[in-house]
Structures are given as C-alpha cells and as structure tokens.
C-alpha cells in the first residue's frame, strides 16, 4: 500500500511538471529574451530545418533518446519509452501554450517586464527539472541525459552535470548560426539558464515539494 500510495504521489507531481515545464519553456520564447539551452537550440533548428517547432522538439528528443542509450551502456526499454512518452505531449504542448502566452501579449511587454518574466520562466524550467527528475517514472530525454551524467559519471552533481549535457544543444546552436546567419531565443535568459540552472535545481529538490525524494536507477 505505502508503494502504492507513493508511485499515485509520484505519478501526479509528473504531470504537474510536465505543465509546468512546457508552460515556462514556452514563456522564455515569448518573451524573444533568450531561453533556457537546449530550448533555444531547438527554436534555431526549427528555423535551420524549416520544421514546426513542436515537431522539431519531438525529433530532437528522439536523438537524445538514442544517446542516452549509448551512455546507460546498455538498451533500457523503460528508459527508451519513458524518454518517447515524455516528448509526445512535451513537444507540443510547448508550441501550443506559446501561442497563448504570444496572443495574450508577453513579446510586447516592455523590456523591464519581459526580462522579469522570462527570469520567472527560467526559474519555472528548473523547478519543473527538479521535480520529473526526483519522481523518475518519465523523462524528457534532454533532462534525462544530465540525469544520467550526474548519478552515472559525475557522482551526483547537479551542476556539473547540467554543464556537461549542455554539450549537444550548444553545437546545435553553432551550427544553426554558421548555416543561417541568424540567432533565435538565445539572449539574456540563455546565459542566465547557462550559470544558474543547475544551481537552482539543486536548491530547489531540497526545497521544492521537500518531501519529494530522489528515486535513483542508475
């Protein structure tokens, strides 16, 4: 009954994050101030590739999948499908909710105004990390992919961690400029995503739903 009652525990703080998650990841795009790395990376592709953005998410969740894969060492189909469950509703629900945040006038705030927002929503990213990560039932393969590093490689920092997953969404970033010249959702938030995210995230599986714990399988 107690493992019962901690996976139905488990199973609604993940569906809150994935909400929160995709609204927040959606707002620092609306706000056209720099989002969060690897949500940046996939604007500039969608851009590159000339692919809706909630389709661009899905195939790039696909790829990462795929390396999470070579980096378990091993095939783990919960993990594979779990990573896949994650990015369908993920995916679009990120293009979807950014054409409320767009249509109720977030891009057309003042400077000072989107600049709080977008602080808000990057902090909503880390939070929304902090809480899918600690209930581990499914996960965005991105996240999964700095979750793997820490508990598997980095002997379970999160910061350095969150470092060294950045590697990926970075080339894409690279790339993405080299091809067309131009720079989407990459700005003040990017950089702030780039020094904070990790530190937020440690701080808030501590202090975020506290009662929340990790549960490691790796």
């Given at each position: 009954m107690a493992k019962m009652k901690d996976f139905g525990q488990r199973m609604r703080f993940l569906g809150f994050s994935i909400v929160l998650n995709s609204a927040a990841n959606a707002l620092?795009?609306?706000?056209?101030?720099?989002?969060a790395v690897w949500t940046g990376s996939s604007v500039n592709l969608a851009n590159w590739i000339?692919?809706?953005l909630g389709t661009t998410l899905f195939i790039y969740g696909i790829v990462i999948t795929l390396l999470n894969q070579l980096l378990l060492g091993q095939f783990d189909r919960?993990?594979?499908?779990?990573?896949?469950l994650y990015i369908i509703p993920f995916s679009y629900l990120v293009e979807w909710i950014g054409y409320f945040w767009n249509w109720i006038g977030v891009g057309q705030l003042p400077l000072?105004?989107?600049?709080?927002?977008?602080?808000?929503?990057?902090?909503?990213v880390a939070f929304a990390v902090s809480i899918y990560n600690r209930c581990n039932i499914i996960m965005h393969p991105n996240d999964d992919l700095a979750y793997i590093l820490r508990f598997k490689y980095l002997r379970g920092s999160a910061i350095i961690a969150q470092w060294a997953s950045y590697a990926p969404p970075l080339l894409i970033i690279i790339l993405s400029y080299l091809f067309t010249g131009e720079l989407h959702a990459i700005g003040f938030g990017t950089i702030w995503a780039l020094v904070t995210q990790g530190i937020v995230m440690g701080w808030a599986d501590y202090h975020v739903f506290p009662r929340l714990k990790h549960h490691v399988d790796v």
């Amino acid at each position: 009954m107690a493992k019962m009652k901690d996976f139905g525990q488990r199973m609604r703080f993940l569906g809150f994050s994935i909400v929160l998650n995709s609204a927040a990841n959606a707002l620092t795009i609306s706000t056209n101030l720099g989002s969060a790395v690897w949500t940046g990376s996939s604007v500039n592709l969608a851009n590159w590739i000339h692919v809706p953005l909630g389709t661009t998410l899905f195939i790039y969740g696909i790829v990462i999948t795929l390396l999470n894969q070579l980096l378990l060492g091993q095939f783990d189909r919960r993990r594979f499908i779990s990573n896949l469950l994650y990015i369908i509703p993920f995916s679009y629900l990120v293009e979807w909710i950014g054409y409320f945040w767009n249509w109720i006038g977030v891009g057309q705030l003042p400077l000072a105004g989107r600049v709080i927002v977008d602080i808000i929503g990057l902090f909503g990213v880390a939070f929304a990390v902090s809480i899918y990560n600690r209930c581990n039932i499914i996960m965005h393969p991105n996240d999964d992919l700095a979750y793997i590093l820490r508990f598997k490689y980095l002997r379970g920092s999160a910061i350095i961690a969150q470092w060294a997953s950045y590697a990926p969404p970075l080339l894409i970033i690279i790339l993405s400029y080299l091809f067309t010249g131009e720079l989407h959702a990459i700005g003040f938030g990017t950089i702030w995503a780039l020094v904070t995210q990790g530190i937020v995230m440690g701080w808030a599986d501590y202090h975020v739903f506290p009662r929340l714990k990790h549960h490691v399988d790796v």
